[in-house]
């Protein structure tokens, strides 16, 4: 199986569907599925997962709130809210990197079962 993952990922580069680097957050780069589903477990760990932006609120709490997806999951797990300093538009592929943090609540009816805080956000050229 692992045989046929190495092979399929060489064919992916080939052709030219996504590009891959050697840093070592793109070698743990996870789905936005897979975060939703594993939250429990990731609580407090750096995480990191490629995506489109589908929504951005700038300037909430000296924040911005990005959402992230990437086409997998449902809609229970389809989204990924990610809290930074800095931000993207609408329609940018970004790579985010920040940590896992359930059931975050900042007051006032903003209330999140899952977040990736404090994240790095790298825009895709």
Not at 24 to 43: C, Q
């Amino acid at each position: 199986m692992k045989i046929l993952s190495i092979v399929f990922a060489g064919l992916v580069c080939a052709l030219g569907l996504v590009s891959f680097s050697a840093s070592a957050a793109e070698d743990n780069l996870k789905t936005v599925a897979s975060i939703n589903e594993n939250k429990a477990a990731l609580v407090g760990q750096t995480v990191s997962a490629q995506g489109k932006v589908v929504k951005v609120n700038s300037g909430i709490m000296k924040r911005n709130f990005v959402h992230v997806q990437d086409g997998t999951g449902d809609a229970n797990s389809n989204n990924l809210i990610v809290t930074s300093k800095q931000t993207a538009n609408v329609g940018d592929q970004v790579t985010v990197s920040g940590v896992v943090v359930m059931n975050r609540d900042f007051g006032s009816g903003y209330s999140y079962p899952l977040l990736i805080e404090d994240a790095n956000i790298v825009v895709k050229k």
